[in-house]
């Protein structure tokens, strides 16, 4: 299967999770493509002050990859800069958010996986 990029569906959501700013959020599979294993595989993209609010995952684990910029991730409450090329994990049963910390966008890829 070939999914061509202008048959992704993008959405955008303000104040996710109670963060700042816009999330544009690019679906890169639908759910049935992930099997029952998991509810998103996207590309998100945080604006400058933009970001996803604090929240747990009580039934999901979240894996990011960040591609694009710098931002500051919250694991647990321990806030730390993360940069182009770090993998962020959040396990079943922790939290985390994540916003923008720089003046460029930041492009990230999001996998949440049933646990």
């Known amino acids: 299967m070939i999914i061509e990029t ?3 569906k993008t959405e955008y959501r303000d104040n996710m999770r109670g ?4 999330v544009k959020i690019t679906h ?3 759910e049935n493509e992930l099997c029952g294993k998991g ?3 996207a ?3 945080l604006e400058p002050g933009c970001g996803i609010g604090y929240h747990t995952h009580d039934a999901d684990s979240e894996i990011f990859h960040i591609l694009e910029g710098c931002a500051i991730y919250s694991d647990n409450g321990s806030e730390k800069r993360v940069n182009a090329g770090d ?3 959040c396990p079943k049963g922790e939290g985390h958010s994540i916003k923008n910390a720089g003046d460029d966008r930041v492009v990230l890829t999001a996998l949440i996986v049933y646990a």
Do not use: A, K, Y
């Not at 963060?19 to 816009?22: A, E, L, P, Y």
């Open 87 to 89: 993998v962020l994990v």
């Open 19 to 22: 963060g700042d700013g816009r």
């Open 39 to 41: 509810r998103l595989f």
């Open 43 to 45: 590309q998100i993209t």
């Open 28 to 30: 890169l599979v639908s």
């Open 6 to 8: 202008g048959n992704l």
